[in-house]
Nanobody
């Protein structure tokens, strides 16, 4: 059974950086595409970006393009979301998601497996 465990959230000042990690267990990580999403209070879940199972392609949504970077380390069964130049409006619960042999899709329903979420709070 696939399990995703996220870590790395916390409180950071505006302009700062954080790196979120998402470790997959139970299956071969290198076969899974990984997406990153966030959800702020009272808002819908928002797609941030994704990386294909091969790591060959990444996509980002416009609000985070140039500030956020998605990567993966298959040897560690872990995906990463590096966030730079954080803004108060980036405050949300951040989720990773995985899909077997997937490409870099933005639809939440595409992903079969989800992490528990980690809180990121950016103070002004």
């Amino acid at each position: 059974q696939v399990q995703l465990v996220e870590s790395g959230g916390g409180l950071v000042q505006a302009g700062g950086s954080l790196t979120l990690s998402c470790e997959l267990s139970g299956r071969t990580f290198s076969r899974y595409a990984m997406g990153w999403f966030r959800q702020a209070p009272g808002k819908e879940r928002e797609f941030l970006g994704a990386i294909t199972w091969s790591g060959a392609n990444t996509v980002y949504t416009d609000p985070v393009k140039g500030r956020f970077t998605i990567s993966r380390d298959n040897a560690k069964n872990t995906g990463y979301l590096r966030m730079n130049s954080l803004k108060p409006e980036d405050t949300a619960v951040y989720y990773c998601a995985a899909q077997l042999w997937g490409d870099s899709r933005k639809e939440p329903g595409f992903y079969s497996h989800w992490g528990q979420g980690t809180q990121v709070t950016v103070s002004s």
